[in-house]
């Protein structure tokens, strides 16, 4: 029972940080973005037209700047728009 608690209050963590990393990254003004984050790993897919090293970057802080991952966790997919 108590590790089953653990691991609600472990997601319930992760989608706080989902949801706050994916507003983030829309006020910076990319595209419609999701983020999905484990204990390993935190995938961004974001709509953008070509994504260069320092938007990377700026994605990549946003994600791990609330404290759940760590930047060389972060993981970037491109989505072209329609």
Known sequence: ???AQ??????????????AAENMIKAKGYGDCVVFMGENVTSVAVQTNGLNEIDAAVITDLVAEGGACKPEQVKIVEIQPN
């Open 1 to 3: 029972k108590e590790n």
């Open 6 to 19: 653990k691991q609600i209050e472990l997601l319930s963590k992760f989608t706080e940080c989902e949801v």
